[in-house]
T-cell receptor, first 117, second 116 residues
């Protein structure tokens, strides 16, 4: 079974600074996908960034970048120039494929990020 | 707004009552998922529809839970004889078959259930 581990229950960062949210994963698959989602207090899960296991370059989307270290099985999210609106829960997820080919996302327990002025 | 919508947003019920949640996915999306999220946890997969067919169900989905997606459009999730352990946020997500390898899910804002 695949597993996602987020060891930081909470993180604090000052506005305009960068912050790294940790994520490690466990899988025996050769092909997999890693995702980061943001969940503000409203409850909606907002897709941030995706990294495929065969992607040679780290994914970037605006202020978000994914530090993908395949050998270490880590996929840390880096948020640059933090903004007050970045305060939210952040979930790392992996796309899991069953023997029947069905795919679903498996999520970690999340990290709560608080950005202070 | 053309995102995923869920109704109701909040539901408080007494133990033993039945509740039903509705999800309207993004109109062209043929894949629909239900997830459950308890406090301090990430979302956990419950069930999956491709068009109107329910193709996957988690072991978390006891026989008190039933989900439908008639005509491959909106979906309902019904919980019969609710228990306090059913208290959670129920999230609906949709995606498009030919989205490509990314396969990102678009989530609604969830339906929060409190069972007293």
């Amino acid at each position: 079974a695949q597993k996602i581990t987020q060891t930081q229950p909470g993180m604090f960062v000052q506005e305009k600074e960068a912050v790294t949210l940790d994520c490690t994963y466990d899988t025996s698959d050769q092909s997999y996908g890693l995702f980061w989602y943001k969940q503000p207090s409203s409850g909606e899960m907002i897709f941030l960034i995706y990294q495929g296991s065969y992607d040679e370059q780290n994914a970037t989307e605006g202020r978000y970048s994914l530090n993908f270290q395949k050998a270490r099985k880590s996929a840390n999210l880096v948020i640059s120039a933090s903004q007050l609106g970045d305060s939210a829960m952040y979930f790392c997820a992996m796309r899991e494929t069953s023997n029947t080919g069905f795919q679903k996302l498996v999520f970690g327990t999340g990290t709560r990020l608080l950005v202070s002025p | 707004d053309t995102g995923v919508s869920q109704d109701p947003r909040h539901k408080i019920t007494k133990r033993g009552q039945n509740v039903t949640f509705r999800c309207d996915p993004i109109s062209e999306h043929n894949r629909l998922y239900w997830y459950r999220q308890t406090l301090g946890q990430g979302p956990e997969f419950l069930t999956y529809f491709q068009n109107e067919a329910q193709l996957e169900k988690s072991r978390l989905l006891s026989d008190r839970f039933s989900a439908e997606r008639p005509k491959g459009s909106f979906s309902t999730l019904e919980i019969q004889r609710t228990e306090q352990g059913d208290s959670a946020m129920y999230l609906c997500a949709s995606s498009l078959w030919d989205r490509g390898p990314t396969g990102e899910l678009f989530f609604g804002e969830g339906s929060r259930l409190t069972v007293l």
